[in-house]
């Protein structure tokens, strides 16, 4: 067989699986997650993403609405997207609804008026006045919710990650090539040490640290357009841990944390894609790193169902609608973009 006929058998062959694994996860029903409240949010989440990647704004909003109306404490990115949706839709209560739930989730007033889309809505409607007066209110709250003393403890693992990892990765083994594997293994121990001896004992004592219980970041990305919603932190030191083999001990431990609505089911994908990318451990997620092994996708999107994300592709498709975004910021300087919170958009 020539090769170009081998490549098109493969690429024929890779979306036959692909459809088949969406009719095997597309047999469920959402309704099938409720009793999990986490898991539930999380997947009407992942649907009302999918329908804006198809531009349809009313059914994305039918499924925001779903997501909000769990009892649960929302991802502040999520109401942000949101109001985006409402506005685009012209749902006044809905808006106005997300407004309250993203101020006490940690969202301030700048956020919604650096936005075209979320300023000429309210800029239109004249919201001004709702917009600082329910910030007064739902601020307070949000203060309250933090757990200071958690907050500090992840503050200070993470500097303490950062500063032996630039000290040892990304500073002493670049310019002393000689000595690299010292400095890889001296770094290996330490993140160890933090993961295992510091950051455990606060997962089982608190939970995973990370928005819901402890506050919300905002990260910029050098542009007024590429911003994040999101607290990182514990992720990132996870990250770093994964980067270097280990066993899967703690997989089940930090699994749970999903479940309890502490860990999202996005961070917990990306951390196990290190895993299994570093640790020759098949718990691939495709969330980060990426197997292309297409007889593992049916397992892969199960997996990915299992704890309240869509099929991997979905994935793919944001970071395509990201580059086309950031092709049209930089030539058109078109700014009105549904964020997805995904690449630059």
Not at 36 to 56: G, M, R, T, V, W
Not at 98 to 117: A, C, H, N, S
Not at 274 to 281: C, V
Request: with cysteine; net charge positive.
């Amino acid at each position: 067989m020539e090769e170009n006929e081998r490549e098109i058998v493969l690429i024929i062959n890779m979306k036959y699986i692909f459809i088949l694994s969406l009719i095997t996860l597309f047999s469920f029903d959402v309704n099938d997650n409720k009793s999990n409240p986490y898991i539930n949010y999380s997947l009407h989440i992942s649907q009302a993403e999918s329908f804006i990647l198809k531009d349809n704004y009313s059914e994305a909003l039918q499924h925001y609405k779903n997501a909000f109306s769990i009892n649960i404490k929302p991802l502040a990115k999520n109401c942000f997207t949101a109001m985006q949706v409402a506005a685009i839709e012209n749902d006044m209560h809905f808006f106005k609804k997300i407004v309250k739930k993203g101020f006490e989730r940690g969202l301030l007033p700048e956020y919604l008026t650096k936005d075209t889309l979320i300023l000429n809505f309210i800029t239109v409607n004249k919201l001004e006045k709702h917009i600082n007066s329910q910030f007064e209110i739902s601020n307070k709250k949000y203060k309250k919710s933090i757990n200071y003393p958690l907050l500090d403890s992840i503050n200070k693992l993470s500097e303490l990650d950062n500063k032996w990892k630039v000290y040892y990765i990304d500073s002493l083994s670049n310019f002393d090539l000689k000595n690299k594997e010292k400095y890889t293994n001296k770094y290996d121990s330490i993140v160890k040490n933090i993961v295992e001896d510091k950051l455990l004992p606060i997962i089982e004592k608190y939970g995973y640290p990370s928005e819901r219980n402890i506050n919300l970041e905002f990260v910029s990305n050098k542009s007024e357009f590429n911003y994040a919603f999101t607290n990182n932190r514990t992720k990132l030191i996870l990250i770093h841990y994964y980067s270097f083999p280990r066993s899967n001990k703690l997989n089940e431990r930090l699994k749970k944390e999903i479940f309890k609505g502490n860990l999202t089911s996005e961070h917990f994908a990306e951390i196990m894609d290190f895993q299994s990318k570093f640790s020759n451990i098949d718990e691939y997620y495709n969330e980060w790193h990426q197997t292309e092994d297409t007889n593992k996708f049916e397992a892969i999107n199960k997996r990915r169902f299992e704890i309240g994300l869509l099929p991997f592709e979905e994935k793919n498709l944001k970071f395509k609608r990201g580059q086309k975004i950031c092709k049209e910021k930089r030539e058109n300087k078109n700014h009105k973009q549904v964020k997805l919170f995904y690449w630059c958009g």
